[in-house]
Each structure stands twice: as C-alpha cells, then as structure tokens.
C-alpha cells in the first residue's frame, strides 16, 4: 500500500492560502497524482476554486447531527480531477475545533476511503489565526507529515505565521516536522529580503516565493485555479514547480521562533525601513526584492 | 411477624410522584405491607417527621468492596453502589462477586468491567497512548463478554485514561455491550477543556451500536463553561433516539489519581492548569497544596496517590443536574480515613440540601425519583428504587429539616465527616444506619445482571 502524505496549510486568514493550495492541488493532480483536498472554512470556500458550481456539504457539521456518515459522500471530485472535502466549522462561539481533523482523518482510513481513491497526498487548508492548544492537535498527534505556513510581509500575517511555528515546533517536541514557510506577493518590497531574512534568523530551512500574477487574482474571481483557466500561463508554470519543490520539503532541525521580545524588535526595525522606503531610501540589505 | 415495621414517615412513592402517610412492613429483605394502620414488628422504628426514601443508588462509585468506602456509601444513605466506574474494575467479575458474596458488604453493590484501566492491562497495553492492536481487541472483547455473563451491569470507560484508544476499540466492545443491553457509563476524553467532540464520538458509537450511553460526572467534564452547549449536544441526541444519561456529583473540583494521562504535564499545561490549583487528597501529604517539586516527586513516587484539580463553574452543577435524564453520583474512591475528597461523604446530602432546601431546583419527590427510581430503570435493577409490596426493603430515613452534608476539602477540614439528617438506612430490611449510628452490618448483596 503506498504511503499517503499529509501536508497542512496554515497561516493568517485572508492572504491567500484557500487559492494557493488549491492551485497546488491542481497542479500534483495534472502531475498525476491523487489528490484531496480538506478544508475546515466556515465559509467552505477552501476547495470552491476546485469544485466551482458542485455544492459541498460539510462532513463535520454533518457528523454533528448524525453522529454516522459515510466520509465517501461529503467528496467532489472536481472537474481536475481533485478531490474536494469541506469539513465546515464549528458554531461560532461554542467548543474547540480541536479533534475535528483527527476524527474525520479516522474515518478517512478506517472506511477504506484512502485505500479506494488511492490518495497520494491530502492538502488540509486549515483556517483560524491563533495556535491555541485545539489547533495544533493534528500536528502533535502527527495527523499531519508537512506544514506549509504561508505568510506575506504584512505585520499581522507574519506574526501569525511565527506564532504558528512556534506551536508547531512546540508541539513536536524531539520529533522533527518539515515546516515551510510561503512568502505570498513576494515580489512586494521588501517581503523577499525581510522574510528571507527572518528564515534565516529562525533556522528555518525551506522558504519558497509566490509573486503577484495577475491571472491567479482573475482566476480566482472567475471562481477556477489558475491551472485551470490559463494553463499555459506563467502562473501555472509556477503552481507546478511550487507543488513539486513543497511536496519534497525535508529538513533536518526545527526552527526556533522569535520569542516576543526579538518580534517587537524585527517589527520595529521593519517600521523603520518601510518609512525609509517610503521616503524614496531603498537600503542594501533589500536589494533582492529589485 | 415483620421484621421491621417503619411507622409514621412520610413515604415518597417513586413510580406516582407522590408523598404517601403510609407505615412500611418488611420481611424477609422484603417490603411486605403498606398500611395506613400502626404496624407492629420486630424491631419497630417510630419515624415522625422523617421522610422514608427508596435507598438511593449511586451509579457512579468506585466502592469495588472496599470497607470504607462501603461505611461513607451508607452513612449517605445509599443503599446500592455501582462499582467498576472509569474503566477501572476486576478483570475477574465472577470472582469479585463470590468474594464479596462470602465475606458479606454492607450496602448492595453492581458491578461494571472496566475497559481503561484494567480491560487494556489485562492484554497487555502498558502505554495508555496506545492504540490496541486487532489481537488485543478480540481478547478484550472475550474478557469482557466473560464479565457479562457473570453479571457485569454493564461495560465502563475512562477515555481521559486511554487517550489512546480508537474508535474502533470503543466501537468493538460497545457492540458486546449492546448485545447484552447493558449499559454503558463511559467518563469521555477531552483534549482540551473545550472539546466538545469527546461527546460526539461516544454519541456516533451509541448510534452505530445501540449501546445505551450514561456520561459520568459530567460536570467534571463539561462544568468548565460549555455546560449549556454540552446539554443541547445530549438533548439532540436524545431526541434522535440515542439512549444517553448522564450522572454527576455536586462539586466542580474533581479528583484522580497523579499517575494518570490526566496529570500529563501536556494535559495540565493545555488546560492552564496550574499546581497551586490542586490540592492532595491522599498518601502523606494528603492536604497540601501541590508545587512543581511535589508534582514530581508525587508522579515518580506514588502514582496511584489522588490528587484534587479546583476547577469549573459552581452554577454548571445545578443545570446538568435539572435534566430529567440526569443522576447524582458520588464518584467516590477507596481512600483511608480521613483522606480523599469530599464527594466521598457529602454528596448525596448535598444535592437534597442544595437542590430542594436552598434552591428549589425540583421538588423533593422528584429529587428522590433521580437518586433511586432513574437509576435503578436505568441498569434494570427490577426491585429497587421503589417502595411497593415485593420490592427489596432498602429504606433511607432522612430528617429533611437536618440534611446536610459536613464533609470539607483536605486542606480545610475532614473530607469523610460524615453528614447530618440521615437517621436510618435499611440495606434488605436490616439496619446498617440505626438512629444515625452506623451499626456495621453486612447486609448488602452482590446484584448480578442475568
């Protein structure tokens, strides 16, 4: 039986991460592999660039009322090829998300789901911005192999993303956990230099860049990947040499995230430099954005 | 000529919801006559002003034959104990019952095999993060069958004891439950203080089973602000047909022994729990406060010590407990005198005092039907929970006016002081409380489920 990767995406709401690992998605299925994709969104917008018009119930809210389901039915399988499973979310405000994941992976293995759809990799998109105790369950328990944080160079997105290594690292306690960070709209100056930069400080040893593409933003406003839509695209291009270069990250240590005070020091020298930035000094240091 | 003859109580008739000025005759362990007329007997207990209960039954112990605890039952006016609670049992049910059959106990007790603890050791998993292996499954599930038709009431779990434990284990052995329609009292694991989903995934086995589900001290699980939420989880699982209760003490703070999974510094430190919140409840140091030094020594040292977590929402109690499907349990433990928590000794006391006398939660008759009538239908405990010709003549005399419980933390005052108000306890017609004096007698019985 072949090995089923799990890799989750995590970082702060709102910077892109529904699109991008639906765009990854896309691009290991057109590399022939069998791909799922979960989402836990309320919104149930993680897998809607994939599976457009077909409507998906969520399993977990499902599970709330019926206690049995059957995994199989709550799966689309997008017109790519992907297979696409919202989870939805909680009601607002009442309990944890915590076991969520691990009871529908459970029930991914046990009903045989895995084994008939020949999965080679499950994408978990994983929404929510703090890593409470709830949210980093599935990385403690090993549920998930790889994360993939994804971040862009605005203040809240990357302490969101450093938080998120912390619970990671924090929960993997001796074992090691390939973590890679994704820097979106990287071509922004100065996201490359700073967030290189911060790798490098943390020991973080995959960073990857996903620039601005204007077709990946129509894409998604015409509700389909950007493999989809302009496969021939550059944007594409970059989707299928990302998915490649992610599903192989391997490291050899954990990081080591900045502790609060070290944070308030990189926010603020950053503050310093965008304000130099802004009045036309353009610094050495971040010359790669260029 | 009776044996015994209880004039002048009030009686609380359980199956009419009622107060009934009746005299009691018993003979032979049984209820023999109701009279409006003064009975003479043997003994004769002169009971004005007192209010004659059906024994209460306590669902959620963990007497398991220990004399103690047997005493502190009594003194409570619990008649019938189920042990075996948690996942923690004999493994050998049918020899448990012949060891307290011959040796004698003083109040009647039911038994539970326990799935967690001693279920799980009995095949060899040593690692409560384990998850058993098909093989351990098969001979989990025959050792629990052995147990079942030795007359187990029913199969019991501590999942915050086995977090390990899959699905398809709980799954495995809730079907041998079933199959036996007995029921299942399981204590569910929350990974964190939030987890609502530790009641689903019991729920979803109820449902693919049939297993009739009883939730154990679910304030201690649910008491810490999702009370509300956790209640309409049950209550629309009830509605969809899943036979589920739940039972629970009157405290929020609960106790356990030191060396579990429960005590995890993961645990503890995923939950903000903090060592000043906790207090020792047995062992030599038993009402200290804890301190990271003695949390470690206590772990390395004396694992099977109990240690008592301050937590939860006093206001939660009162509102799992209103619940029609819901039981007062004591969770008591085996401790030695003057140790342990004072569930052990105040709870049934409490909940009357508290409920009926000071909140008018629910009237006193209902209060009674919840502590004797609704568990012994629960188990299907035939001749209990009632006072009616033929039924076993397990009375509890209280003096409702005087009904309180005394028993206090360890680091405050004595945790088995015993309660004021209960003036008489007849386990099969004889006396084991006599005029508020436990008396000792070995009068309970083993209750086998057949």
Redesign the interface.
């Known amino acids: 039986m072949k090995e089923t990767k799990r890799i989750c995406f995590l970082g702060k709401g709102g910077i892109g991460k529904s699109v991008i690992t639906a765009n990854l998605s896309a691009a290991l299925a057109e590399q022939g592999y069998n791909v799922l994709q979960i989402g836990n969104d309320i919104s149930l917008s993680s897998t809607l660039l994939l599976r457009g018009e077909l409507e998906a119930i969520p399993a977990l809210e499902e599970y709330r009322k019926k206690y049995i389901i059957k995994i199989e039915d709550y799966i689309i399988k997008s017109p790519l090829g992907v297979y696409c499973l919202e989870l939805g979310s909680l009601e607002p405000g009442v309990g944890c998300m915590a076991r969520g994941i691990h009871i529908i992976d459970e029930m991914l293995t046990s009903q045989g789901t895995i084994e008939k759809l020949g999965l080679d990799y499950i994408l978990y998109d994983i929404s929510g911005d703090i890593p409470c105790t709830g949210f980093i369950l599935p990385m403690r328990d090993s549920v998930m192999q790889k994360c993939v944080v994804v971040t862009d160079r605005s203040v809240p997105a990357f302490v969101t993303a450093n938080s998120m290594i912390a619970g990671i690292v924090r929960a993997s306690k001796n074992k090691i956990v390939p973590i890679a960070l994704l820097a979106n709209y990287a071509d922004v100056y100065p996201a490359k230099a700073q967030l290189t930069a911060y790798a490098k400080a943390i020991h973080l040893e995959e960073i990857a860049f996903l620039d601005y593409y204007q077709k990946i933003e129509h894409s998604e406003l015409a509700g389909k990947t950007v493999l989809a839509a302009y496969p021939e695209s550059s944007a594409a291009e970059t989707f299928r040499q990302l998915a490649t270069k992610l599903v192989e990250i391997k490291v050899s240590a954990m990081p080591q995230p900045l502790a609060r005070k070290e944070l308030s020091q990189w926010l603020g020298a950053w503050k310093k430099r965008s304000l130099a930035q802004k009045s036309g000094i353009i610094g050495v240091d971040d010359s790669s954005n260029i | 000529m009776l044996d015994v003859a209880i004039n002048h109580a009030v009686v609380i008739d359980t199956e009419n919801n009622v107060e009934k000025e009746v005299n009691i005759g018993i003979k032979a362990g049984k209820i023999a006559v109701l009279t409006t007329e003064d009975l003479v007997g043997a003994r004769i207990i002169e009971a004005k002003n007192l209010i004659a209960s059906p024994g209460f039954i306590d669902v959620h112990g963990h007497v398991d034959g220990y004399a103690y605890s047997g005493e502190l039952s009594a003194c409570q006016g619990i008649t019938t104990t189920i042990g075996g609670n948690c996942g923690l049992s004999p493994v050998n049910i049918a020899g448990f019952f012949a060891r307290q059959a011959q040796h004698g106990f003083v109040i009647n007790q039911a038994e539970l095999i326990g799935h967690s603890f001693s279920l799980r050791q009995a095949v060899g998993i040593s690692d409560p993060y384990r998850q058993a292996t098909p093989k351990e499954f098969t001979e989990m599930e025959s050792l629990a069958r052995r147990a079942l038709e030795a007359g187990a009431c029913g199969l019991s779990f501590g999942l915050d004891y086995s977090p390990g434990a ?3 284990e709980i799954k495995t052995l809730a079907k041998v439950c079933a199959e036996f329609d007995r029921v299942m009292p399981i204590h569910t694991r929350l ?8 009641l ?2 019991v ?2 086995v ?3 089973t049939g297993v009739r589900l009883l939730i154990s001290h679910f304030v201690y699980q649910y008491g810490t602000g ?1 009370m509300e ?1 956790a209640l309409q ?1 049950i209550d ?2 009830i509605d ?1 047909g ?1 036979d589920v209760k739940i039972d629970s003490g009157m405290y929020t703070d609960w106790t356990t022994f030191i060396g579990t999974a429960t005590f995890d510094e993961q645990t503890i430190a ?1 939950n903000e729990i903090r060592f000043s919140d906790m207090i020792v409840a047995s062992g030599p140091y038993t009402g200290e406060r804890l301190n990271r030094n003695l949390y470690l020594e206590m772990r390395k040292n004396s694992p099977n010590e109990s240690v008592i977590c301050f937590m939860g929402n006093k206001a939660e109690i009162y509102t799992a407990l209103k619940k029609n499907y819901a039981m007062p349990s004591t969770d008591i433990g085996t401790y030695k005198k003057g140790e342990g928590h004072p569930q052990i000794a105040g709870s049934f006391p409490k909940y009357f005092k508290e409920m009926v006398k000071e909140r008018g939660d629910f009237s006193l008759v209902e209060a009674v039907r919840k502590a004797t009538l609704l568990p012994a239908q629960t188990f299907g405990f035939e001749n209990k929970g009632v006072i009616k010709i033929g039924s076993d003549a397990d009375v509890t005399l209280f003096d409702f006016e005087q009904l309180a419980d005394k028993a206090q933390f360890p680091d405050r005052g004595r945790p088995d002081a015993k309660p004021t108000g209960i003036v008489y306890v007849l386990v099969n017609g004889i006396p084991v409380i006599d005029q508020g004096c436990f008396t000792g007698a070995k009068a309970g019985q083993v209750i086998k489920l057949l």
């Not at chain 2, 990974?191 to 530790?198: A, G, H, I, R, V």
């Open positions: 899959s699905f398809d990974f964190t203080q939030n987890d609502l989903y530790s689903f995934e729920l979803a109820a449902k693919r999702i939420e989880i629309q699982a969809g899943i995923d």
